[in-house]
């Protein structure tokens, strides 16, 4: 009984953290975009993504990036934006499962601006892959900028909520 029990409160607590991404995403939808080059945005988003990484492991993580780009698709997006949104947001979360490793779930606003730098890295990959087009190499150094910057504030972010989140539920997920 008590292992139902620790199912159903794990898919309560990773719903939670998968709905709080979509609702961040749905926010930032409608932001307008201040700077006019395609696929710069702040990725908010993965706050939550980054939050659930560092508390709980990346097979959590994932679930909650899945959930979120399956809804933001069928809500907002196409089947194209979901191909660029998932093939970064994998680049993006493996760089930062292998960095949190590395370095012991310390200096997550590091592992959270690489990862977005490889977030942008697997968007332009697909785009080159679809366009085949070098131009689409002209986005390369502010795609570099863009991404180091918004995840360096992305995950300045998730180290205040993670220093604010009670330390008491940080293992319900692996019980």
């Known amino acids: 009984m008590q292992s139902r029990t620790n199912t159903r409160v794990n898919i309560a607590v990773l719903a939670m953290f998968a709905a709080l991404s979509f609702g961040i995403y749905a ?39 899945v959930v979120r780009l399956l809804l933001s ?3 907002f997006g196409t089947l194209l934006s979901l191909l660029y949104s998932a093939v970064g947001g994998i680049l993006c979360l493996g760089v930062e499962t292998v960095l949190d490793k590395l370095f012991n779930k310390k200096y997550i606003f590091i592992t959270a601006a690489f990862g977005a730098l490889f977030h942008n890295i ?5 785009a080159f892959i679809i366009t085949r087009s070098p131009g689409m190499l002209i986005y390369v150094p502010y795609l570099v900028i863009a991404g180091i910057i ?26």
Do not use: W
């Open 27 to 65: 926010l930032e939808t409608l932001i307008p975009n201040p700077i006019p080059i395609p696929g710069i945005k702040l990725g908010l988003s993965n706050i939550i993504v980054l939050v659930v990484l560092n508390r709980y492991g990346c097979k959590e993580a994932s679930l909650v990036l």
């Open 73 to 75: 698709m069928l809500l």
């Open 122 to 126: 697997g968007q332009l990959i697909v």
């Open 150 to 175: 918004t995840g360096f504030l992305t995950g300045l972010c998730a180290f205040l909520v993670i220093k604010k989140l009670p330390k008491s539920d940080q293992h319900t997920i692996h019980s």
